[in-house]
């Protein structure tokens, strides 16, 4: 059995203009020591779905559906008293912002201490020695006397140190990080995604990793779920997705990285913006901007299929499989061709 | 630390001498005719000269200044055991022109009845406006909510003086209720009037009026402040760690949402001691606003003078006590 297995899962918000639909039909499943990757643009419902199993999103208007199976217990039926158990203890969360993430007017310490004694009936001396312990483990110096110093005395990667110290204190079995180095500087992040793979190692968790930059997904996932406009537009162990994309976004998004090894004057970008969740576009919802749209694609809602070789690769495109082999392989040629 | 200290206090002299210039000279624009009140109505010529003569006014504006100033900070030194020790301000205000007493009895006499207006205020408008200002941040829109934001609208509109009138007739007068003017000691009970139980009951009225104001002003400022922290991204943190809702809103909201009201608390406390002029008008309480507006209306400098340079002090003082309250309770401010 998966450690998560999410089948179905829709997260509605109920707002003045209307029913947001932010996630609309999210299916995966995360094993044991392994790391899934989610990839989409802004808005595409990666942290949401994230925050709905987290059991996260404010309670009043939102309407949720589906199942998130944590070793079997569904955790959107659960009670907030169960999911606050859960919480911080065998599911932990980092946030993309880690300036904001922590608060100002208490101690790391006292923090990290907060998180161990909201799990763990033990004494504040024995939560302080697990708190500075983990400081040490994600590479604080001096972590027993800096413990005392507040989160403005961090610099930023510090400071995503501390939240992933604070979110492994109680040895969480998954551990979602929802865009971890998006706020830090290029040096910090290869630091960070170093850590959280180290840690991993070490500490046996599962991963989550919401992300918008496929090289944070080459580098550190097993799996990758690729979301547009709160569906999932494709789904495949990672080296799938990057020999043999299957779905026209994926190929805007691998089109859309930059390299140092060209001199492209600009990037190439996928046409146009995200749709609006309110009113998404009827049939496949990545029809308006999608180079390869045929009449089918503006009527029906492509199904999430798996590859005709492939049962593990899953996408959601009207293409034919040659079509988007030979495109596929077009990408990888440039690909390669600008790596040689 | 110190060196902050000593800006501060710089800074401070500064703001005191500008305040009380601006103070004297706007005197000295409004025509008056203290002459005729100090010799009496039917005084001669002479008679009122010679009143003048005696009181300075005949001097130029600055001499007169720099003379009240002189009073005021002239350094005396204090006697321990017969040795001087140290120095302190002579803090001498002078006499009222009107009424030759001089001013310092005048506002020892006035400002514990202001501050125990002012000072009873602050705890019935915080006991007002903290839950409200919590409750209604927690449950946006709703009917709690939208109740006391109109209250807090009422509350904001309608003027001290009107509030103090109904109070005065509705719980004064028609329900017999409270009593509706007059002071009595805290300390010394004068005949039936005196101690802590009539000090209280006499100022029910006052309290309430004089907070409804600030009651409606905090509230709204509370409920915007938390509704802001409820969105901050370290309060998901803090969910996330699993906390209960309870401590989340006492550890990481209102930790954060409490910090500016602190700040509020210490200006407005500053400016309240300085008189509630509106508040102790109507229901007759001898404090510094009652003794202010008198002293307006007879144009008798000193008295108004002394007022002013007590509600400054008042100020200056209570804006720094906060301002090291604040290094206390905010670590961003500790350090840098």
């Known amino acids: 059995m998966a450690l998560l297995e999410v089948n179905d899962l829709k997260t509605y918000f109920q707002t003045d203009d209307g029913i947001v639909k932010a996630v609309d039909g999210v299916s995966f499943s995360v094993e044991k020591g ?32 589906g199942e998130a199976l944590f070793n079997g217990e569904n955790l959107l039926t659960a009670g907030t008293r169960r999911l606050r158990e859960i919480r911080g203890n065998d599911m932990a969360m980092i ?19 907060e998180a161990v004694q909201l799990h763990k009936d033990v004494s504040k001396k ?34 995503q140190r501390v939240m992933i110290a604070m979110a492994l204190v109680n040895d969480p079995d998954l551990l979602i990080a929802d865009e971890p180095t998006t706020a830090l500087d290029v040096t910090t992040q290869a630091q960070i995604m170093t850590l959280i793979k180290r840690l991993q190692e070490n500490f046996g968790s599962a991963i989550i990793v919401i992300t918008h930059d496929l090289g944070v997904v080459a580098e550190s996932a097993d799996d990758v779920l690729v979301m547009y406009a709160a569906e999932v537009a494709e789904q495949a162990p990672v080296e799938k997705v990057f020999s043999r994309p299957h779905h026209p976004y994926t190929w805007g998004l691998l089109g859309s990285l930059p390299r140092l090894d060209t001199d492209l004057e600009r990037l190439v970008q996928i046409p146009g913006q995200p749709p609006s969740l309110l009113r998404p576009p009827s049939g496949c919802r990545f029809h308006p901007r999608c180079p390869y749209v045929m009449d089918k694609c503006k009527q029906i809602d492509p199904p ?37 | 630390m110190v060196r902050y200290l000593i800006r501060r206090v710089l800074w401070a002299c500064v703001l005191f001498i500008v305040v009380t210039l601006v103070t004297y000279v706007i005197f000295y624009l409004v025509p008056n005719d203290l002459a005729a009140k100090v010799a009496g109505q039917g005084s001669s010529q002479a008679q009122r000269a010679r009143a003048i ?16 100033l002189w009073r005021l900070v002239k350094p005396v030194p204090v006697h321990v055991a017969g040795v001087p020790v140290f120095v302190r301000p002579n803090a001498d205000l002078g006499r009222s022109f009107v009424r030759a007493t001089p001013v310092n009895d005048l506002i020892k006499s006035a ?24 409750l209604s941040a927690l449950r946006p829109r709703s009917t709690l909510d939208r109740t006391s934001m109109t209250f807090v609208l009422i509350g904001i509109s309608a003027h001290p003086i009107w509030i103090g009138l109904i109070f005065a007739y509705v719980f004064g007068f028609k329900l017999g209720w409270f009593p509706i003017s007059n002071y009595c000691d805290f300390f010394n009970a ?5 101690g802590p139980v009539q000090w209280a009951y006499h100022m029910v009225l006052p309290w309430l009026t004089y907070a409804i104001l600030f009651a409606a002003l905090y509230a709204r400022m509370i409920r915007a402040n938390v509704m802001e922290a409820l969105t901050e991204d370290y309060v998901r943190t803090a969910r996330a760690k ?24 210490g200006m407005d406390i500053g400016i309240g001691l300085g008189g509630a002029i509106f508040t102790e008008t109507i229901y007759n309480l001898p404090g510094l606003g009652k003794l202010l507006l008198r002293a307006i209306g007879e144009t008798d400098l000193p008295i108004v003078m002394g007022v002013v340079v007590f509600a400054t002090f008042a100020i200056i003082v209570f804006n720094l006590l906060i301002d090291l309250l604040y290094a206390w309770i905010d670590p961003r401010i500790r350090l840098s």
């Open chain 2, 111 to 134: 400002a514990p009845v202001t501050a125990s207006l002012v000072f009873g205020g602050v705890i019935v408008w915080l006991l007002m406006a903290l839950p409200i200002g919590i």
């Open chain 1, 126 to 159: 024995t939560a302080r020695a697990r708190a500075v312990e983990l400081l040490k483990a994600v590479g604080i110096p001096r972590a027993d006397r800096r413990a005392d110093d507040y989160p403005h005395q961090f610099s930023g990667g510090m400071r």
């Open chain 2, 190 to 194: 004068d005949g039936a009037c005196g």
């Open chain 1, 34 to 65: 392994k790391t899934l990757g989610i990839v989409g643009e802004s808005g595409s419902g990666k942290s949401v779905t994230c925050l709905t199993i987290m059991g996260l999103n404010a309670a009043k208007n939102t309407i949720t559906s």
């Open chain 1, 304 to 340: 999430l299929t798996p590859i005709s070789d492939d049962p593990a690769h899953l996408q959601a495109c009207h293409l034919d499989e040659e079509t988007k082999d030979r495109e596929a392989a077009k990408l990888l040629e440039v690909t390669m061709a600008q790596a040689s």
């Open chain 2, 53 to 68: 003569h005696y009181l300075g006014l005949d001097r130029p504006v600055y001499v007169q200044y720099e003379k009240f």
């Open chain 2, 242 to 265: 699993g906390a209960p809702e309870a401590r989340v809103l006492r550890s990481h909201v209102l930790r954060n949402a409490l910090l500016p009201v602190v700040t509020m608390l």
């Open chain 1, 95 to 113: 946030f993309q912002d880690p300036m904001t993430s922590l608060n100002p007017v208490h101690s790391i310490g006292t923090q990290l201490i």
